[in-house]
């Protein structure tokens, strides 16, 4: 499975950015995807994550503020990013997982940057 992240950019505090990321290659039918985060000198953390099945999960700090949805296909996940904060500012990472197998994939990563 490959993934492409894109969306991300430089935006003033309280705006807006929606991410995307595309899965293709060999996938399975149960599966997560998942945006993760990484600030320079931090540890990788979850942001939001979405199954096939719809259901959706958050990190404390960004509910409220961002939405994971699917696209058309289950082949393409968004995340929406309102109220955008400084804080927020890191490099964004999809990962895809295969439910069946534990498999995890990884895109490259989006970078995000809040000014205040």
């Known amino acids: 499975v490959q993934l492409q992240a894109s969306g991300g950019g430089l935006v003033q505090a309280g705006g807006s950015l929606r991410l995307s990321c595309e899965a293709s290659?060999?996938?399975?039918?149960?599966?997560?995807f998942g945006w993760f985060r990484q600030a320079p000198g931090e540890q990788r953390e979850m942001v939001a994550g979405i199954s096939s099945g719809g259901q959706t999960t958050y990190a404390d700090f960004v509910k409220g503020r961002f939405t994971i949805s699917k696209g058309n296909t289950e082949h393409i996940v968004y995340l929406q990013m309102n109220s955008l904060e400084p804080e927020d500012t890191a490099v964004y990472f999809c990962r895809y997982r295969n439910a069946k197998t534990g498999e995890d994939y990884w895109g490259q990563g989006t970078q995000v940057t809040v000014s205040s």
């Open positions: 290659g060999s996938s399975h039918s149960i599966h997560v």
